[in-house]
């Protein structure tokens, strides 16, 4: 929680204390001004003075070193709170221990009883997850519901849920929340682009030198007290840097964009490294999205040939046909539209996906027809500036060997 310009965060120990963050650092308050809810199984945050590497292959078989530095972003930026993070999606084939990754970054950022949540069965059930727990983890998808994707997309933004109180006729329940959220499976499971769009992809390895659990469960909670005081000294860097940061043009998740920009100058001045992964990484999700769709596969096709087009909705549909039979795809493919405003309708849904590979659409009205114009355009990178940078130290980044305290 943010309370007079610093950044609190409750420990959930027995003695009610809490860390409070500034720019000039961070320490362990044992009267905290503010009273933070706990829930039932909540874990103690155990930290200490001494710092550690934030080594996060030390436990998790990342792909690349691009996804590493997005993920370690990403779990710093889990502690603050007030603007959307983006849902992770671990993807992986079977033995890259993608449920015990989930379950690492889950103890470190919100220790709980139970580290992993099961695929729900209703809004209610999900809603009740997604309120008990600061990072939500949805663990071994092989699909996603059309509903569930939607609603993460809205405990992204932030969103209440009302649902009657039990044993009762009027009374309610509201549950409010803005959640960071971790998806697994072998593949990546989110294919609706309002939720691709709000994601970062990462790779795991399969696992080669298998060693016991048991072992890296014991070598993890003996080093979690210094690596949560790595995480809160990175984070005090970052409210140093963040005011400094200034933005161009931005993809949808901007605050992300920024405040992971400063983490990573903190993680020692790898903020264009953070950009440049994370430009990639969203390139990645339009691929997903368009392998996906195959409305979204024929256009990309369609203005392969064509540097753009124009017509109504029902001569595009006649030109994709061409395009669907071109490329194999059967009539019957689930998705595929059987009329122009069906199209229409799926062309809205695919805008941002298709402009993430440089086709942009409008439409217009001419008379009594509707026109829809498609054409291609260079992709624009995001753009983020620093107005001023001071030394930032050493680097606490995964793999780099260095220590920050």
Known sequence: AWHEGGLWID????????VRITPDGWGVVDNPPIIFRRILYQRPMRVSDESLPLDLRQWINIRSEEDCLLLTVWLVSTFIPGFPHPVVILYGPQGSGKTTASRVLKTIADPHESEVVTVPRDPGELAQALYRHNLVVLDNLSDLPAWISDALCRAVSGEGFEKRRLYTDADTILFRYQRSILLNGITIVATRPDLLDRSL???????????????????????LPGL??????????????EPHVKCGSLHRMADFSLWGYAIAEALGGRGQEFLAAYQKNIGAQHEVA??????????????????????????????????????????????????????????????????????????????KRRILYLFREDVKNAVITVTSRESLGESAFCGDGSGDG
Do not use: C, Y
């Open 11 to 18: 420990l959930s120990d027995e003695n009610w204390r809490a």
């Open 201 to 223: 992809i990462i790779g795991l390895d399969r696992i080669r030198d298998v060693r016991p659990e048991s072992e890296l469960w014991r070598e993890l909670r003996a080093a």
């Open 228 to 241: 949560r005081a790595t995480i809160f000294k990175l984070l005090a860097k970052t409210l140093r840097i």
């Open 290 to 367: 368009i392998e996906a769709s195959p409305v979204a596969t024929a256009i990309v096709a369609l203005l392969g040939e064509k540097h753009e087009w124009q017509g109504t909705p029902s001569e595009l549909l006649e030109e994709l046909e061409k395009t669907r039979e071109e490329l194999r795809i059967g009539p019957r493919t689930r998705g595929w539209p059987s009329q122009p405003n069906s199209l229409t309708r799926q062309l809205r849904r695919l805008k941002t996906t298709l402009e993430g590979v440089g086709i942009k659409m409008s439409e217009a009205r001419t008379g």
